[in-house]
T-cell receptor
Framework: SQQGEEDPQALSIQEGENATMNCSYK?????LQWYRQNSGRGLVHLIL?????REKHSGRLRVTLDTSKKSSSLLITASRAADTASYFC??????????FGGGTRLMVKP | DAGVTQSPTHLIKTRGQHVTLRCSPI?????VSWYQQVLGQGPQFIFQ???????GRGNFPDRFSARQFPNYSSELNVNALLLGDSALYLC????????????FGPGTRLTVT
């Protein structure tokens, strides 16, 4: 079973626009991570946010975490065609297992 | 430094056969995890090994087994292959446990016919 669920499942935007993806999870967590996957290959770690943090930035990425709502969001600003990929949230729970959601497939049109 | 490497890249097997997938972690990383990713879904955790000991196991049947060697490389074995085992198998390494970010290899695409 998958802990996190991303929303939307698919997103299509124009280059330069912002993309927002949301993730909801079910159990308490130690931290939450976001990964990117290009064309069904290996995943690339984007950002990790700990359970006691509310917001984190990395370049054009902004991640928020609301533990009371068990949700997180990933914002990509000024998107580029190269941002086209699938984005996954993954949670670490007390059992120390990394559990992924189903992913958001982002397409950025040039 | 080289990233996580996996072999083979692609593999085609027949139902009932056995398969061994291999993974070499990033130098200095002592933890290796295995994931199964079915097309259109997120990766599902199979195993984690740290310092050659199993630290976690996902909800997979006993047909799936793994081990980690003294050099921290790892093998994933799947016996009595089923059509449903067709997937991308991903290996990830990290310095220690899950609280650290995972570095993924390119994966092995397994097709069972």
């Amino acid at each position: 079973s998958q802990q996190g669920e991303e929303d939307p499942q698919a997103l299509s935007i124009q280059e330069g626009e912002n993309a927002t993806m949301n993730c909801s999870y079910k159990t308490s967590i130690n931290n939450l991570q976001w990964y990117r996957q290009n064309s069904g290959r290996g995943l690339v770690h984007l950002i990790l946010i700990r359970s006691n943090e509310r917001e984190k930035h990395s370049g054009r990425l902004r991640v928020t975490l609301d533990t009371s709502k068990k949700s997180s969001s990933l914002l990509i600003t000024a998107s580029r065609a190269a941002d086209t990929a699938s984005y996954f949230c993954a949670t670490i729970n007390a059992g120390n297992m990394l559990t992924f959601g189903g992913g958001t497939r982002l397409m950025v049109k040039p | 430094d080289a990233g996580v490497t996996q072999s083979p890249t692609h593999l085609i097997k027949t139902r009932g056969q056995h398969v061994t997938l291999r993974c070499s972690p990033i130098s200095g990383h002592k933890s290796v995890s295995w994931y199964q990713q079915v097309l259109g879904q997120g990766p599902q955790f199979i195993f984690q090994y740290y310092e050659k000991e199993e630290r976690g196991r996902g909800n997979f049947p006993d047909r799936f087994s793994a081990r980690q060697f003294p050099n921290y490389s790892s093998e994933l074995n799947v016996n009595a292959l089923l059509l449903g085992d067709s997937a991308l198998y991903l290996c990830a390494s990290s310095l220690a446990g899950y609280t650290y970010e995972q570095y993924f290899g390119p994966g092995t695409r397994l097709t069972v016919t």
